[in-house]
């Protein structure tokens, strides 16, 4: 891995270093320092650290669903295969209570999405489509203002979607987009049941903004909020709806045979996922994460997380043991 260090990029230089970045492969190249504020508003820069891991002490958290489960193991495992010392908050909860987690330093580490930090943290409303610069705006954005480091992110995109029972698609008029959804709703309103998680209902990338975006409304006695798991199955068992939001590499999207609407009008943001640190960590440790996660998260790609995904929920092996095979099998642990 090639590192430009102290280099901070802007303007045309950064772009230009983007797309050589991502001839070849799904993993940016980027520098291995970032840009934080000094207090006034002028950037300074943090160098990231080069010392061995063994001995450090890093305490590791996750959301609460099967991916983020995985994925928090693959740190813990990673890392303490490394040598570090690690500390287990793994399934802190939803992603208010892993971000304000790492913001106040009860974490050192957990892995976030940038559509959800560019929405979500930023309060941005127009993701950018570009997965690359969707990524480096987040990753300079979180350094110069929170003091977050996020190192190379996934090539999978874990995105918001709607989706059916296979089975249902005549009863649904065979509708492929979520702009017939908007068109199902005038036509037979009662069709269109939906299920969804608790944030999904408020998040303005979730279905609030969709339904603006999409420019229709699905009647509030149409909408059932259930627990994240549940979506699933009341969706494939269509009771008590006929469609219900999913995370795209979810592996009971396949396992229940479930169709996913299209987002023909571009809405959900894309989520890349990276592993993201607090600066005291970064700064002592950065290039050596950098070089020690770089393989890892290039492995995971769409296909990959979504295996991993489903050996979780549909085949209900516990996240830690996908966790620690799939890193034994691809030599990233000893």
């Known amino acids: 891995m090639l590192h430009a260090r102290h280099l901070r990029l802007t303007g045309g230089l950064a772009a230009a270093a983007l797309l050589a970045a991502a001839c070849g ?14 207090g006034d508003g002028a950037a ?12 450090a002490e890093i305490t590791v958290g996750s959301k609460d669903f099967d991916e983020q489960l995985v994925l928090g193991h693959i740190s813990r495992l990673l890392l303490e295969d490394a040598g570090a010392s690690v500390t287990d908050q793994i399934n802190l909860g939803g992603t208010d209570a892993s971000r304000g987690a790492l913001e106040s330093g009860e ?15 930023f309060g941005e409303t127009d993701p950018i489509p570009d997965r690359e610069e969707q ?25 918001y979607g709607i989706a059916y029972q296979a089975d249902a698609a005549d009863d649904l008029g065979n509708i492929t987009s979520i702009s017939q959804l908007g068109d199902l709703i005038e036509s037979d309103p009662d069709l269109v049941s939906l299920c969804v998680e608790t944030e999904f209902n408020a998040r303005d990338d979730g279905l609030p903004g969709m339904e603006a975006h999409y420019g229709f409304d699905v009647p509030d006695d149409n909408v059932t909020v259930l627990d994240t798991g549940i979506v699933y199955s ?14 795209t590499t979810d592996g009971r999207v396949a396992a229940l045979d479930l169709v996913v609407l299209e987002d023909d009008e571009a809405f959900f943001p894309l989520y890349n996922v990276s592993p993201v640190f607090v600066e005291s960590v970064y700064e002592q440790y950065g290039q050596t994460l950098a070089e020690l996660y770089a393989p890892v998260t290039a492995a995971l790609d769409d296909e990959t997380m979504a295996s991993l995904n ?11 043991a996908v966790a620690e095979s799939w890193l034994t099998e691809n030599g990233f642990i000893g």
């Open 107 to 121: 974490i050192d580490h957990y892995w976030e999405y940038t559509g959800t930090a560019w929405i979500s943290f």
């Open 25 to 38: 492969g799904d993993q940016l190249e980027g520098d291995d320092s970032a840009a934080t504020s000094d």
């Open 310 to 320: 489903a050996r979780v929920s549909a085949e209900n092996e516990r996240p830690e």
């Open 135 to 159: 990524y480096e705006a987040v990753r300079e954005r979180d350094a110069e203002e929170r003091g977050l480091y996020w190192l190379d992110p996934s090539p999978f995109n874990n995105t």
């Open 44 to 55: 300074t820069t943090v160098e990231a650290g080069t010392e061995s891991l063994d001995g």
């Open 234 to 247: 009341a969706t494939a068992d269509r009771d008590p709806c006929n469609f219900g939001e999913v995370f």
